[in-house]
Nanobody
Framework: QVQLVESGGGLVQSGGSLRLSCVVT????????MAWYRQAPGKQRESVAT???????DYLDSVKGRFTISRDNAKDTVYLQMSSLKPEDTAVYYC??????????WGQGTQVTVSS
């Protein structure tokens, strides 16, 4: 019943931009803090950006100033706007929600590939 569906990934040149979207099960969106994670082949999954129910944000140091996380409560959607993309940003990006009672849910992931 719980679903997080990502979209917006693709192939982009260095310096380009992409916007990722994640639509979240309606009855969970308002009771969870959201995050985007990414995982490159052979590497551990890492947190890229987080946004709380109160709209406080935090970012991985390497993406500060380039990525922006936001949420639209009316659309039950969280976004990750990515600019000035680098080849090092290439990874599968995952949407995540952590509810107020401590349970986490994940999307299936969307591929982002940045060419040099």
């Amino acid at each position: 019943q719980v679903q997080l569906v990502e979209s917006g990934g693709g192939l982009v040149q260095s310096g380009g931009s992409l916007r990722l979207s994640c639509v979240v099960t309606k009855n969970l969106f308002s009771v969870g803090d959201m995050a985007w994670y990414r995982q490159a082949p052979g590497k551990q999954r890492e947190s890229v950006a987080t946004i709380t129910r109160r709209n406080t944000t935090d970012y991985l140091d390497s993406v500060k100033g380039r990525f922006t996380i936001s949420r639209d409560n009316a659309k039950d959607t969280v976004y990750l706007q990515m600019s000035s993309l680098k080849p090092e940003d290439t990874a599968v990006y995952y949407c995540n929600i952590k509810t107020v009672w401590g349970k986490e849910f994940w999307g299936q992931g969307t591929q982002v590939t940045v060419s040099s």
